[in-house]
DNA sequence: TATTGTTATACTCTATAACTATA
DNA sequence: TATAGTTATAGAGTATAACAATA
């Protein structure tokens, strides 16, 4: 993609939005050996995080409507990478979990992405990586 | 949406993702009353600072494809709110700007803008916002 | 009646590739 | 040949609303 640079007083959310657009270019590079997108990653790992887990428990972590969650669970179904099962307690619910492929996945993933972190992050400091966490952490707890 | 708390240890990838949809539902709904889209806000406000400009240059600015920008400019014009003419130095070349609707809008988009940003980033010191733009402009410049 | 998840539908943002009209 | 922009096509991510099954 063609680049300029930023205008000389950018505002905080046109850097938030190149950075999560950057964010994603090299997070679906990351996941492109398997297959699997950002989104999907992410909901992988909040399924991993949780399991076995609702659906609608997901849809609340990934902070994302049920609608979305049945459509990324349909597709991580699809690539073999998790299960359905219906909830004992509460025949409405659907239990989600990672089948042994998913578990594998996710490992390989979280290691691609940590690499890729790594890479990326690299011109701040340890201090400012907390800095910046910090930060962006109160940004989105209070919004 | 449905919400649980963040994960105890996110990642700089999770915060960045959830605070750039934040940014995304806060910038949708400041842009209703103008039926601007944050997209169309972008361009609106990159056109606004450059005009007259090529498509190409906007393209740049705003880090997408010469597709996208195709797009946007296309859904502007429709809303009255820019203008193309032919670039009399290269007839290839499209120079696009304001229109006095355009130019009135952008106006008051960037005020509803800033109040919203005023809202959402209060919970951040003056100097706590000045660190956080140094710190996400270095992971966007170097990205 | 309320809740869980699904179907139906639609919109925004983004990309690549092939094409056109100039240059 | 190379560049500017458009058309054609595709896919990810998200949302609202109406609905079925179950509580």
Known sequence: MPRRPLPADPSLGELLTHAART???RASAAGEPWGVSPHQARALRVIGRHQPTRLG????HLRVSPR???DVVDSLGKLG??????DP???RATLVSLTEAGTRVLTELERARRSDADDWFSGLSPAEQDELGRLLR????DA
Do not use: G, H, K, Q
Request: glycine fraction near 0%; hydrophobic fraction near 40%.
């Open 23 to 25: 964010l994603r270019r």
């Open 81 to 86: 990478y998790v299960d359905r099962a219906p």
């Open 68 to 70: 979305s969650v049945t």
């Open 57 to 60: 428990i997901v849809a609340e």
């Open 138 to 141: 109160r940004l989105v707890d």
């Open 89 to 91: 307690d509460d025949r």
